[in-house]
């Protein structure tokens, strides 16, 4: 079965989904960054949907549940790039996907991760306390 | 006009209902947010089809009404069938692992939407998006 690949970097780990996912492949992404979590002791998960055209409940609920189990493992995920189309179609979906952070582009994504790893704070402590 | 029709068996099946859905719809010439809300509805409605069918098919044809085209899309199974559609319909509600978001969300998705359903014998789920 195809795999969607993982990256090492630093303490974070990036995924950039590149195919249109069947069930299955969403559920072996899961299943796989929660090894991947815990093997690096990473701190952060960016998964980059910038190429997704959809993201249907599905695809919605997996991102939360990713979110989550990193979460647990003490790793804060960052979902980024997504398309205008699919944000509007997201909320009229019913789909707030809650608990998952986002960010417009990896970039800026890549810098909320950095910060946690720099300060040691989860990122929503961080921006608690922040205030900037 | 054009008739597609997508057998859904598996997994992979939803994802090809959904490549399906989204090349009627630009032919159709639905704008992009519009193409991407069919495309969301068709890929909910196929994995009830899946899921809860036990598995059917998707038909789909680009359809005119008078100045107006769209995309419509016909999701047929021979499954348990839904005793209460009305329940079914409400956010929330599910009766497998789902999020209770499918038959409702797809509903909000699209400008037109029925569904017929027999239990024991299947059902019948119709959508239509205008461009």
Not at chain 1, 64 to 76: C, E, Q, R, T
Not at chain 2, 2 to 14: H, K
Not at chain 2, 33 to 46: I, N
Not at chain 2, 92 to 102: C, D, E, F, Q, V
Request: charged share 25%; glycine share 12%; with cysteine.
């Amino acid at each position: 079965m195809d795999r969607i690949p993982i990256l090492k970097l630093g303490e974070a780990l990036l995924v950039t989904i590149q195919v249109d996912m069947h069930d299955r492949l969403a559920l072996a992404l899961e299943e796989d960054l929660t090894t991947r979590i815990v093997e690096y002791s990473a701190k952060g998960v960016l998964i980059d949907i910038s190429a997704l055209e959809i993201v249907d409940s599905f695809i919605g609920r997996t991102l939360g549940n990713i979110a989550m189990i990193a979460k647990v493992l003490d790793a804060d995920t960052v979902v980024v790039g997504m398309r205008p189309a699919v944000a509007i179609t997201l909320v009229e979906l019913g789909l707030s996907l809650p608990g998952v952070r986002t960010a417009l582009n990896a970039e800026r994504g890549m810098a909320m991760i950095k910060r946690r790893i720099d300060d040691g704070y989860p990122i929503s402590e961080y921006e608690d306390e922040g205030g900037s | 006009m054009a008739r597609s029709t997508v057998p859904i068996r598996n997994g992979e099946d939803v994802v090809r209902v959904r490549q399906e859905v989204r090349r009627l719809a630009i032919e159709a010439g639905l704008g992009l947010v519009d193409q991407t809300k069919v495309v969301t509805a068709a890929s909910e409605l196929a994995r009830n089809t899946l899921d809860y069918g036990k598995g059917g098919q998707a038909v789909m044809d680009i359809v005119q009404n008078g100045a107006r085209r769209g995309v419509r899309i016909v999701f047929e199974d021979n499954g348990p069938g839904i005793a209460d559609i009305e329940l079914a319909l409400k956010d929330g509600y599910t009766s497998g692992k789902g999020m209770g978001l499918g038959l409702g969300g797809a509903r909000r998705l699209c400008n037109e939407f029925a569904i017929v359903s027999t239990p024991g014998k299947g059902t019948m789920v119709t959508i239509a998006r205008w461009k």
